[in-house]
């Protein structure tokens, strides 16, 4: 892994203010994601990085410039999800190239409007954008890169993820047809498949992510919808793109009762130690409400 000093701020700088920046001139510090897929194979160099406890104590106070092998390190194509890093307090700017050459010219997945931002939906976090589009319309892969992920989950239906080579991930979900098969190289533009509505959809539409070392990003910090385009050549990652964790942290702290044979309001509210109006306010219902069995009931 190519863990820099503080040097780096120059090159960062020169990223951002520079219009002709080329990639030759970061020399080897900077993985220009030239080379195949057998580069994903080197082992870590600082294996610290691995272990997310030792993670922030890692990065701290350096200026890391992605992509790094670390960025590659993992290549499983059968397992969407591998989080374990937690960016929320990570002191550094991670730089992430946009364009280049190895990432081709961006295209946006599907031209339709936004139908759903990313942030807290009801009780589950929504880790992407929606895009409305009719079944059968063709989604196209967002930058150059290889299909890490084609599969039919349960929540995500059909869906395609590509690996890049700045170190994200795009998804694709609830695609009615997959085009595309795992370790297959795509180019941006590429067809992967048709949108359509499988998984946990309602109403035919494109499930876009994106993810840093399978961290979400706001697919909004990197794309302007509106005008099909890049916000930025580079992404600069900070703390502040995972700040949205504190959220999903509170949402994955709500509890639910499920309503048994005998149960009343005021018992519940007694049993997790709140107030029957504190129950009818966080779950919109009123005293009179019939408690039907097998229901959910949030409790906190
Ligand atoms: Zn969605």
Redesign the pocket.
């Known amino acids: 892994m190519r863990v820099l000093n503080k040097t780096t701020l120059l090159i960062c700088f020169s990223i951002l203010f520079s219009t002709s920046f080329v990639y030759s001139q970061s020399d080897t510090t900077m993985d220009t994601g030239g080379g195949d897929l057998n580069e994903l194979d080197e082992p870590i160099v600082n294996a610290d990085l691995n272990k997310p406890n030792t993670l922030n104590d890692t990065l701290a106070t350096k200026f890391i410039l992605f992509p790094t092998t670390t960025a590659f390190q993992e290549w499983n194509i059968s397992v969407i999800h591998n989080r374990k890093y937690d960016f929320s307090n990570a002191l550094d700017t991670m730089c992430i190239p946009l364009l280049n050459d190895s990432l081709g010219t961006f295209v946006q997945p599907f031209k339709g409007r936004i139908t759903?931002v990313f942030g807290p939906r009801k009780y589950r976090y929504?880790y992407?954008?929606?895009i409305k589009l009719q079944t059968g319309d063709s989604v196209a892969c967002a930058f150059d890169g290889t299909v890490r992920i084609s599969q039919r989950s349960k929540t995500y239906g059909n869906v395609i993820v590509v690996r890049h080579k700045n170190g994200l991930e795009t998804f694709y979900?609830h695609l009615s047809k997959k085009f595309v098969e795992p370790n297959q190289a795509v180019k941006a533009g590429e067809i992967l498949g048709l949108g359509g509505n499988t998984g946990r959809s309602y109403g035919s539409?494109l499930?876009f992510e994106i993810r840093y070392m399978d961290e979400p990003i706001n697919p909004s910090d990197v794309v302007d919808f509106e005008n099909y385009s890049l916000k930025s050549d580079t992404l600069m990652l900070t703390k502040t793109n995972f700040s949205y964790m504190e959220k999903v942290k509170e949402f994955e702290a709500i509890k639910f009762h499920t309503i048994r044979k005998g149960d009343t309001l005021s018992k519940i509210a007694q049993n997790y130690g709140t107030s029957v109006s504190t129950l009818c306010k966080i779950n919109g219902i009123t005293t009179k409400k019939i408690l039907k069995i097998g229901s959910k009931l949030r409790v906190n």
């Open positions: 759903s929504h992407g954008v929606d979900a539409h499930h």
